[in-house]
């Protein structure tokens, strides 16, 4: 008897948040709706910024689902690594991977000019402009998949052994970046190694590597300040990262739930965006120069230049391989330097 007169009143409670502009519940529950259960999985350690975005995702997708739907992380590789993500998606282990596309730029080719060196000022505004790309240009590269979010690193960093202030420095050095980075250290003249983040740690130990290329925060995060002591102050490009769900399994959810998990795709990017830029890395950075005296170094104007210069090419290089596969690199180019400016000057 209660609850009869209790719902309309909840109905017109969650029209009015809406209205108002507030984020979206679903409607409430139906005692015939069957819970849903979702597995999600994640190559590196929860405590990682990819990580705190994928429990920050489960625990606002329950929330506004008011339990419909449970979602069951899986960080640090226990379900799937960092290379089987998304074959791993599409064969029925995870229903969701959170990976990087940046590890695989044959597979994801058009996101791939994302991590290009195009100047990114921080990671929300090359977020949100790699979601946006995504949304209006719908590569083929994602076709049996639905995307659930996408987002970025700041621009990556060289994070060394030795220290590298000018070109002379990085001759030879061994380096490892996301696929995405080696064609730039390839440029710069160091000698590149494509890995996944999780084994860095032990290949710097080991030697395999003299350092990397990515964003700063992996100094504490993965707790590379205590070999790596120096960081040169000069941004390269960003990892990209995407959240997908087999196609197959979004069909079949019920049309609120789908509403939810689409309202939070760009909610996410900019929520694990600012985290990232205005939490993260500097925390990050603090602790190195505290514990680690770590190390920043910057290029002279002259050296900055000489950088700049042999990147540059990069980007038609780019254009026109990708042109000769068919795809619209140009175009997506163009869109993306409008998307950049225009956010960058919501994000600074
Ligand atoms: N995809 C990484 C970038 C990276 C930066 N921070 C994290 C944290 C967890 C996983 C990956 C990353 C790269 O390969 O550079």
């Known amino acids: 008897m209660k609850t009869k007169h ?16 507030g984020s979206s519940v679903c409607p409430p529950a139906e005692a015939n709706d069957k819970p849903i259960k979702l597995t999600y999985a994640f190559f590196a350690p929860a405590g990682t910024f990819p990580g705190k975005q994928m429990a920050h995702w489960a625990e606002e997708i329950e929330k506004r689902t008011e339990g419909l739907v449970k979602v069951q992380t899986f960080p640090g590789g226990t379900l799937l690594g960092a290379r089987d ?3 791993g998606v599409s064969s029925g282990v995870a229903d969701i991977g959170l990976g990087s596309p940046s590890y ?12 290009l060196p195009v100047k990114f000022p921080n990671a929300t505004v ?6 946006d790309l995504m949304m209006e240009f719908k590569p083929a590269e994602y076709e049996p998949f639905k995307i659930i979010t996408m987002f970025t690193t700041e621009p990556g960093h060289i994070q060394s052994r030795d220290p590298v202030a000018s070109l002379e420095d990085l001759k030879g050095m061994k380096l490892r970046a996301a696929g995405t980075g080696v064609p730039v250290l390839k440029a710069l003249g160091a000698a590149p190694v494509g890995m996944p983040m999780p ?6 130990q080991t030697g395999v590597i003299d350092g990397t290329m990515t964003s700063r925060e992996v100094l504490k995060d993965f707790k590379l300040a205590e070999m790596l002591h120096h960081v040169l102050e000069y941004p390269t490009v960003v990892v990209t990262f995407a959240a ?8 079949a959810l019920p049309d609120k739930v789908k509403k939810v998990i689409d309202e939070l795709a760009r909610e996410m ?5 600012q985290y990232h830029d205005k939490q993260n890395v500097g925390e990050a950075l603090a602790w190195a120069k505290k514990e680690h005296d770590l190390q920043i170094h910057t290029l002279s104007e002259e050296e900055t230049a000489k950088w700049d210069a042999l990147l540059a090419p990069m980007v038609q290089t780019w254009t026109e391989e990708m042109e000769a596969k068919g795809l619209p690199a140009a175009k ?8 950049r400016d225009q956010y960058a000057q919501e994000y600074q």
């Open 6 to 21: 209790l719902k309309p009143l909840l109905v017109v409670f969650v029209v009015a948040v809406s209205l108002l502009g």
């Open 85 to 87: 993500m998304y074959d």
């Open 104 to 115: 695989d730029p044959g597979r994801f080719p058009l996101t791939s000019g994302v991590a």
């Open 126 to 131: 090359a977020s949100l402009t790699l979601l």
């Open 199 to 204: 084994q860095v740690p032990e290949s710097v």
């Open 244 to 251: 997908v769900m087999d196609k197959k399994k979004w069909d």
């Open 269 to 273: 990017a900019i929520w694990t965006g």
């Open 332 to 339: 997506f180019l163009e869109r993306l330097r409008q998307l």
